[in-house]
């Protein structure tokens, strides 16, 4: 996936205001309308310069996206790091009645698609629910095995009276319900935005990733641990205690065992209907030759165990 540089998408500069993001937006979309354009690229070039907008008018997302720096240049190679974004919190609304949908996938890496929010746009005086608000947030593995409660904080950005950025934080008390998969999303009713002319706030929607965590890595409500053992244990099968998400717990090891065994624990995963299965994957570990009595050891392995996992059949 390609980086998008949306300020070179709108022909501005990165410390540009609203207001001359907002020109810039004009001009291009008179001239790149495919209702009026002769270019020859007119609707992808107009496509481009609605998604840039998108972005860089909301004063939340254009933070999120300044805050990848400037580590990017157009058309480079691109994967978000796997906590970007994670407490930032974003307007529902792409100011394009719903054109987010023919957005860009680097877009939707980073935003996730959604269309524009009921109650967006002007009031005329009615009554009107305030938009959808969205953020992804990060929790721990283990707290959806029993559900918890967390204190998130979230921030946003918001214009000051002089048109500047200006971040803002919240702190919410947020309840993780027992089996949440990742990707689903936690509704909070009238945490979004404030409505207008006295309507409701709209709601937040907060997006669920679990923190990376080198031990485990899951598959919907599967999840998959690497658990290292000794030679011995490999070989001659053991009993051990393994910790999980769930909490320590006993597992026999077969012998004859070698890395890369899979042990499947039926119903030790994500908690659901069904629920998850735990799948642990054994790595033999080799204890260090630094000291004359484990040479020894290995030494007199090398000699009277005659082994060779080089030879066709050896393992």
Same mark, same amino acid.
Do not use: C
């Given at each position: 996936m390609e980086f998008r540089d949306y300020y070179q998408s709108l022909g501005?500069?990165?410390?540009?205001?609203?207001?001359?993001?907002?020109?810039?937006?004009?001009k291009l979309a008179r001239k790149y309308h495919p209702d009026?354009?002769?270019e020859a690229d007119a609707e992808r070039r107009m496509r481009e310069v609605n998604e840039a907008y998108a972005v860089l008018s909301d004063p939340g997302k254009r933070a999120a996206?300044?805050?990848?720096?400037?580590?990017?240049?157009?058309?480079? !190679?691109f994967q978000p790091p796997p906590d970007w974004g994670a407490g930032f919190e974003f307007s529902g609304d792409s100011g394009h009645g719903g054109q987010d949908e023919a957005f860009s996938d680097f877009f939707s890496s980073l935003f996730g698609r959604g269309g524009r929010p009921r109650g967006a746009g002007p009031a005329g005086g009615r009554r009107l629910r305030g938009g959808d608000h969205r953020a992804r947030i990060l929790i721990d593995l283990a707290d959806v095995y029993q559900g918890t409660?967390?204190?998130?904080?979230?921030?946003?950005?918001q214009l000051d009276d002089t048109g500047r950025t200006v971040t803002r934080e919240r702190v919410l008390d947020v309840q993780i319900p027992k089996g949440l998969a990742e990707g689903q999303q936690i509704r909070l009713a009238g945490q979004g935005g404030p409505g207008v002319g006295g309507g409701p706030p709209g709601d937040l929607y907060l997006e669920v990733q679990f923190r990376p965590d080198a031990r485990y890595r899951t598959e919907g409500r599967d999840v998959y641990q690497t658990v290292p053992v000794t030679p011995w244990e490999a070989a001659l099968g053991a009993a051990i205690e393994v910790p999980t998400p769930s909490g320590p717990i006993q597992v026999t090891v077969p012998s004859g065992s070698q890395t890369g065994r899979k042990l499947r624990l039926k119903g030790r995963g994500i908690p659901g209907d069904p629920p998850g299965s735990?799948?642990?994957?054994?790595?033999?570990?080799?204890?260090?030759?630094?000291t004359d009595?484990?040479?020894?050891?290995? !030494?007199?392995?090398?000699? !009277?165990?005659?082994?060779?996992?080089?030879?066709?059949?050896?393992a």
């Open positions: 501005v500069e990165r410390g540009a205001s609203a207001d001359d993001i907002k020109k810039a937006y004009r009026v354009s002769k996206y300044d805050g990848l720096g400037h580590r990017y240049g157009a058309g480079q !190679e409660t967390r204190a998130i904080t979230l921030r946003g950005a735990l799948y642990l994957q054994l790595e033999v570990v080799l204890p260090a030759a630094d009595k484990a040479r020894k050891l290995y !030494e007199t392995m090398a000699r !009277e165990l005659a082994f060779d996992p080089r030879r066709s059949g050896a």
